[in-house]
């Protein structure tokens, strides 16, 4: 099987259209790939491109150079240049994201919130919500609120819905922006088991985790983003 994600001679500049429309270099020529069943950590110090990586990765960000190669059902996606439609497909069956955040909905329940992404791919609503059911059973949210909307709940609440959601598909790569920033350290600990069973699941995992022992705990290799940092060249 191809590997599920390949990044190769990447660029990303942002282009200030209010300041003269000065080009702010972010990263140069980022080369890297993640197997199945491996997690892949980017690190180095804080504003140096780990979340522009991830968001370029998911589509959000665009490229100035560079491919993103997907393997997406059978076939190679490259992400830097797909139209939207391709990058939605890709989104709906390959490739998840967990953000830090949650962006709520307003008046749907926070089950729903979690099943959302199986009721997109047409499965059945009553095993969908049974399945996410499960994983906030899993993340200890209190039972209480699973048929309430996110909104007014905690930050730690509202990550562990935003974590649960972005499980519960079999999607075969997995973006993870600071997950457990606002967790307690047993649900943290819920957290590295929940990407061990991905990986022994084959599923190619790339994160951003600020916590160390998070971090030691669930990374197969560090990638240090300083290596492709123009100030790094500059220097
Ligand atoms: N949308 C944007 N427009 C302009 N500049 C941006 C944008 N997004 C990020 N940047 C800049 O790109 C650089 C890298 O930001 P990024 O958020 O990727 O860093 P990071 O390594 O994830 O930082 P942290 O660890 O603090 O979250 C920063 O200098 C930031 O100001």
Redesign the pocket.
Known sequence: MATPLVVSEVFKS?T?HLRDGIK?P?INDVNFSVAGGECVVLG?P???????ILKMLYGNYAVDAGQILVNHQDRIVDIARADPRTIIDVRRHTMGYVSQFLRTVPRVPAVDVVAEPLFARGVDAAEAREKASDLLAKLNLPRELWSLPPATFSGGEQQRVNIARGFITSHRILLLDEPTASLDAVNRRVVVEMIAAKKSDGVALLG?FHDEEVREAVADRILD?LEFSPRKAAA
């Open positions: 942002f200030m702010l972010v180095g804080s504003g140096i491109g780990k979340s522009s951003i983003v």
